[in-house]
């Protein structure tokens, strides 16, 4: 019996680049590389696009105009594509839309833990048009499930993000070291993301404070931007931590800076799912401080590969971060176990793995489930 392989759709009409864009390239290329293949839906001009396109993926691109909904439908049809993948709420209507005209199967992917929509329209997409609703982790269903309670569990699935094993040797931490101005003596402490409300940043850099009290060389780079950046500058300004506080502004390839740290830290308040910018630390066998928010205590076993801090309380935040500082074996030993981790549950081998058979599974003939039989001419 010849299995049929899927061909999909990842749909995501985000201007910007983010965690949910990177995941579409990123699977999309793995997923290739295992015979499956995958359009990105996206922006005309986004950055998403340019990334697909500069990647080597096809494009179909989303224009705002009336029935949209029709044209996805026959490109879906036309192209071949079995199921949509859709990334964010606005897409989930489109998609649904679309494959009700087509007879494709729907796919939500979930990746922040914010709440779900429970109106009449979002009730008929869930109970009788989405087929899987994918989480990158344990707390955005719980979160989502809080709203659309109704949700059968064979509806729910788990999937979380990947990440590929980062290069370590001692002579590129040198050199990235040495491209930072990161002294020998000098304790490097790094945080990836956006500069954004939700990051806790202000949290962070009230634990500095205490930290720079303890240990006069140590060094925080922050890098990302966003809508908090003048407001964190102005806190270095105000605590005197211009010294020891560095702003990188948006790191393209953040792997250089990984391999120069000690020890990453996020410290969010809220949002937070399957976080790519912890996966990337854990990769560079780095010990993790992270706080008590959304899917960050899945990603971090505290005491083993990091620390789990009480969010909002940048005494705790400082103290779990100090007590890594002054320790280096055990720092070392945690980012071992962390390394350990992305090479079990979170390295692409095994993610895309999961994806390709859910993928198979929903698109089989006898499983597909789908909620509607239409079809275009």
């Known amino acids: 019996m010849t299995t049929h392989t899927p061909k999909a759709m990842f749909l995501d009409s985000i201007r910007t680049w983010g965690g949910g864009e990177k995941w579409c390239v990123e699977t999309a290329l793995a997923l290739g590389e295992r015979g499956l293949e995958v359009v990105i839906g996206c922006l005309p001009g986004s950055e998403l696009e340019s990334r697909a396109v500069g990647a080597g993926l096809t494009v179909w691109r989303k224009r705002s105009m009336p029935l949209a909904a029709l044209k996805l439908a026959r490109y879906l049809t036309s192209e ?26 729907l796919v939500q992917r979930r990746g922040i833990a914010r709440p779900a929509r429970n109106d009449f329209l979002h009730r008929l997409i869930y109970k009788h048009q989405v087929s899987m609703v994918v989480a990158n982790c344990a707390a955005i269903l719980e979160r989502m499930r809080e709203d659309v309670s109704f949700l059968p569990d064979e509806k729910v699935r788990v999937i979380p993000n990947s ?16 491209a930072l101005g990161i002294e020998a003596d000098q304790l490097a402490v790094g945080m990836l993301g956006r500069l954004a409300p939700m990051k806790g940043l202000g949290n962070l850099l009230g634990a500095w404070r205490l930290i720079k009290a303890r240990r006069p060389e140590a060094q925080l780079f922050l890098a990302g931007t966003g809508e908090d950046e003048n407001i964190l500058r102005e806190i270095v300004e105000r605590l005197e931590l211009s010294s020891s506080v560095h702003f990188l502004g948006f790191v393209r390839e953040p792997s250089d800076l990984l391999a120069a740290l000690d020890l990453f830290v996020l410290p969010s308040t809220r949002d937070e799912g399957c976080s790519n910018a912890v996966l990337e630390a854990m ?3 780095l010990p993790c401080v992270v706080t ?4 960050l205590p899945e990603l971090i076993e505290s005491e083993r590969t990091g620390r789990v801090a009480p969010k909002n309380h940048a005494d705790s935040l400082g103290d779990a971060i100090d007590g890594l500082l002054v320790d280096e074996a055990l720092r070392k030993r945690m980012g071992a176990r962390a390394r350990e981790a992305v090479e079990t549950t979170y390295s692409v081998e095994v993610v895309t793995a999961t994806w390709a058979s859910l993928l198979t599974e929903l698109t089989r003939p006898s499983a597909a489930g789908l909620s509607s039989s239409a079809k275009l001419p």
């Open 80 to 105: 071949g594509i079995d199921i949509v993948v859709a990334n964010i709420g606005r897409d989930l209507r489109l998609s649904a839309l679309a494959c009700a005209l087509s007879g494709k199967v």
């Open 163 to 178: 990440v590929g094993l980062a290069e370590l040797s001692e002579s590129r931490r040198a050199r990235c070291r040495k």
């Open 283 to 285: 990769s560079h066998a």
């Open 292 to 295: 008590n928010c959304g899917g």
